[in-house]
């Protein structure tokens, strides 16, 4: 079953925050998220497992909540080279078999 | 390390002609992915190995879909007959038990 990622798309100005949500209709052991830019391969960006952990990459950093099945990608302060599509890849076996969101596209302008 | 490598990174082929996509996982991975992501369906998880063993093969869309990973550094991805609907980029990722999977540059499959 493929998570549900929102928004879809989302344009900010430089400096700006953003919250991309990534939900699940089962039970996850963990969350992985990805940024693609145009026409390049996905680059991972962190790992979350089960457990409710935050972790942090710069200032992008992610929240894991097991309960509601959920996870979201926090970007602070964007900067230009934050642009591109976001992906949620999620976890529901233990195992590594990941599926992805349909991607969040993030544009940031000057 | 070089990352992952595939090849070739473009290939356009005619309606009926067998395609054949390579790929080269980093080196000391024991696990690697092959995802075809298309506008329509996004990015889709066709099958993964871990240590050369086909682990899930339940997203290969039909028996015209074969891959096969003869050893730790190689990787194929068969595609006959191809079919226009067939074009996609096709990814590789490998990994490294369960951590973050590194993709590889795509292959961009137009079959005419």
């Known amino acids: 079953q493929q998570p549900v990622q929102s928004p879809q798309a989302v344009i900010l100005r430089e400096g700006e925050d953003a919250v991309i949500n990534c939900s699940s209709s089962k039970a996850l052991y963990s969350v992985h998220w990805y940024r693609q830019k145009h026409g390049e391969a996905p680059v991972f960006l962190m790992i979350l497992l089960k457990g409710g952990e935050q972790k942090g990459h710069e200032k992008i950093s992610a929240s894991f909540n097991e309960k509601k099945q959920q996870s979201s990608l926090y970007l602070t302060a964007s900067q230009l080279s934050y642009s591109g599509t976001y992906f949620c890849?999620?976890?529901?076996?233990?195992?590594?078999?990941?599926?992805f969101g349909q991607g969040t596209r993030l544009t940031i302008n000057p | 390390d070089a990352g992952v490598i595939q090849s070739p990174r473009h290939e356009v082929t005619e309606m009926g002609q067998e395609v054949t996509l390579r790929c080269k996982p980093i080196?000391?991975?024991?696990?690697l992915f092959w995802y075809r992501q298309t506008m329509m369906r996004g990015l889709e998880l066709l099958i993964y190995f871990n240590n050369n063993v086909p682990i899930d093969d339940s997203g290969m869309p039909e028996d015209r879909f074969s891959a096969k990973m003869p050893n730790a550094s190689f990787s194929t991805l068969k595609i006959q007959p191809s079919e226009p609907r067939d074009s996609a980029v096709y990814f590789c990722?490998?990994?490294?038990?369960?951590?973050?999977?590194?993709f590889g540059p795509g292959t961009r499959l137009t079959v005419l």
């Open positions: 890849g999620t976890d529901d076996q233990g195992a590594q078999k990941l599926v």
């Open positions: 080196s000391g991975h024991n696990s």
């Open positions: 990722a490998s990994s490294l038990d369960r951590r973050e999977q590194f």
